[in-house]
């Protein structure tokens, strides 16, 4: 385990310094829309939260911390936050793979298909798009995170956003119910999911799918999603820990202790792993690990484009 | 030997909201939270309750491995809200080392 201080000020340093946990400029996430001709206005904004984005650098970061948790040089951890955040966080961007950033951006095009084909109007403002600050809060660091969800909200409402849809459940709760708690500004928030209204396809397949703790338990929305895959003709096979009881996938603690996290993930891959059918995921987070514990998995919105 | 600071309930009012003192020490949150072999989440809310600040200051890195998954605060039979609990926690650690 690494010294939970270094790493939180590690990244309360990075999001102060440059709204993102990592120290990733913005443009060097968030590409996924350049190919696209998304509209900018709509009754919807459609806001990633970047978390998707994010992905491939967590991947990277996860691998570096696995490597060094319980040797000496995990104390030198401590020098992190001294690091100029931009630096160490373009530092990580050239060290990640091309291909993965590529997939991550994959998945978030094929929810911008899927709310095109159920005649979604909305629009996308890669300038609004930030990150949430949900990981501050997890954490503990509420002085900080109470700042950046100001800020980003006080940009979301003079905007004039009222109506927005998002992609994972961790900046959907921090939207939802954080955002107006801390900042006092609400807005109407769904997850993509809860808009799709696509022609049902007879699939016959069955897969097992793998809850969130955000959507399941916290947001309960989880039946939404199994609604979405009946409607397709995909049948969901039963586990012991899903829907309000689903079970962690261990992707919180990648950060202060990876091999806690792997511990986790075994756990939660094994349950998943026990009707035998394709793992289906719906969070950024939760697809990362279950993939890394060598899961047959892939993201939801991954599955439902194959179809139409 | 340890303190205790009889005003610690009161103290953490500033970091969640105070749930401490409904909780029963039933024990489902440590049963059924992921991290089993730690009496966690049960034995740092027990803290809180005889005022063991010092302990829970000792011991703070062990908060940080809770996943913030909810299944504590969803099965707890007293609503106490252990997961948020530990989440004030937290952030009174953080407070004090900032300090």
Not at chain 1, 13 to 41: A, C, H, R, Y
Not at chain 1, 131 to 146: A, H, P, T
Not at chain 1, 270 to 282: C, D, M, S, V
Not at chain 2, 58 to 75: A, I, K, P, V, Y
Request: glycine residues 6%; neutral net charge.
């Amino acid at each position: 385990m690494f010294n939970p201080r270094d790493i939180i000020e590690a990244l309360a340093g990075n999001v102060k310094q440059t709204k993102s946990p990592f120290g990733i400029p913005k443009f060097m996430v968030n590409k996924w829309f350049k190919d696209l001709s998304l509209p900018k206005e709509g009754e919807y904004l459609l806001f990633t939260g970047l978390m998707y984005q994010f992905t491939p650098f967590i991947e990277k970061s996860t691998q570096y911390l696995e490597k060094y948790e319980g040797t000496k040089m995990a104390t030198l951890l401590k020098y992190a936050r001294y690091v100029p955040a931009y630096l160490s966080g373009i530092g990580l961007a050239m060290m990640t793979s091309g291909k993965e950033k590529k997939e991550a951006g994959q998945t978030l095009k094929n929810i911008a298909l899927l709310l095109q084909k159920s005649k979604i109007n909305f629009g996308y403002r890669p300038d609004l798009d930030n990150y949430s600050g949900i990981l501050l809060y997890d954490m503990g660091d509420q002085k900080g995170f109470v700042a950046h969800a100001k800020m980003l909200a006080q940009k979301l409402q003079n905007a004039g956003i009222k109506k927005i849809i998002t992609v994972d459940p961790h900046t959907a709760y921090a939207l939802k119910e954080l955002f107006p708690k801390y900042t006092g500004i609400s807005f109407d928030v769904k997850p993509y999911f809860e808009l799709l209204d696509l022609e049902p396809k007879d699939c016959d397949l069955q897969v097992t799918l793998h809850d969130p703790c955000f959507f399941g338990r916290y947001l309960q929305v989880s039946d939404i999603a199994r609604k979405v895959l009946t409607n397709f003709g995909i049948s969901v096979s039963n586990i012991r820990n899903q829907g309000e009881f689903t079970s962690c996938c261990g992707g919180p603690a990648e950060s202060i202790s990876p091999s806690l996290s792997n511990e986790i993930m075994e756990k939660r891959a094994k349950e998943l792993e026990e009707p035998g059918k394709p793992i289906i995921a719906y969070c950024p987070i939760c697809l990362g690990n279950l993939k890394k514990s060598g899961a047959d998995v892939e993201d939801l919105s991954t599955l439902l484009v194959r179809h139409i | 030997m340890s303190s205790i600071s009889l005003d610690f309930a009161e103290e953490l009012k500033e970091y969640s909201e105070d749930k401490a003192l409904e909780c029963f020490n039933c024990g489902t949150c440590a049963a059924i939270c992921p991290l089993v072999h730690d009496n966690f989440p049960r034995r740092m809310i027990r803290y809180i309750q005889v005022g063991a600040r010092e302990k829970i200051l000792e011991n703070s890195d062990e908060l940080w491995r809770c996943l913030h998954c909810g299944l504590c605060t969803h099965t707890c039979p007293r609503e106490a809200d252990p997961g948020e609990i530990i989440l004030g926690l937290k952030r009174f650690v953080v407070a004090n080392w900032r300090s």
